[in-house]
T-cell receptor, first 114, second 114 residues
């Protein structure tokens, strides 16, 4: 079984600043994938970024980047130049390579202050 | 392109009533999923389907039934609603089940059982 832990129920950041959301996971698999999803107040789940465990290079998508520490089983999300539209619930998720099932963390609610 | 559409968006049920949630996707995806989201719990998988005519149990299947008679539709049924089923329900689809495959989500259905 795999577990995903997000230890920060809530975080806040000033507009234009940088914030890091933490995620740790536990899996016995060597082939797995990690995801960050954003859920704004509209409830729509939006994929922010994904990381293949076999890749050493950290994934980046514009202002979003991850710090993937495989040995520590850590997968944090860094948001640079935070914008008001980044305010949302963020979920970390993990999937085994050949498996359908996404295992989600409990989420981190991010507030962006103007 | 509509993506994943859930019907209805909101519903209030009395204990013991039944209802069906409809999920429709227009991306020709093989895999479809039903999740429930509860405060502080993240998303948990109820049932899933790996193709037309197939269904399987997820993490929290009790009290729910599903059907996938057509590839594009995945129905979630509650035969006798209970207050514990008050939740936000999400449908998702993906082109295949594993790997880096992105799951596309509907906008959710907020169900209240009184």
């Amino acid at each position: 079984a795999q577990t995903v832990t997000q230890s920060q129920p809530e975080m806040s950041v000033q507009e234009a600043e940088t914030v890091t959301l933490s995620c740790t996971y536990d899996t016995s698999e060597s082939d797995y994938y990690l995801f960050w999803y954003k859920q704004p107040p509209s409830r729509q789940m939006i994929l922010v970024i994904r990381q293949e465990a076999y890749k050493q290079q950290n994934a980046t998508e514009n202002r979003f980047s991850v710090n993937f520490q495989k040995a520590a089983k850590s997968f944090s999300l860094k948001i640079s130049d935070s914008q008001l539209g980044d305010a949302a619930m963020y979920f970390c998720a993990c999937r085994r390579g050949s498996n359908y099932k996404l295992t989600f963390g409990k989420g981190t609610l991010l507030t962006v202050n103007p | 392109n509509a993506g994943v559409t859930q019907t209805p968006k909101f519903r209030v049920l009395k204990t013991g009533q039944s209802m069906t949630l409809l999920c429709a996707q227009d991306m020709n995806h093989e895999y479809m999923y039903w999740y429930r989201q509860d405060p502080g719990m993240g998303l948990r998988l109820i049932h899933y389907s790996v193709g037309e005519g197939t269904t399987a149990k997820g993490e929290v299947p009790d009290g729910y039934n599903v059907s996938r008679l057509k590839k594009q539709n995945f129905l979630l049924g509650l035969e006798s609603a209970a207050p514990s089923q008050t939740s936000v329900y999400f449908c998702a689809s993906s082109p295949f089940g594993g790997g880096r495959s992105e799951a596309f989500f509907g906008q959710g259905t907020r169900l209240t059982v009184v």
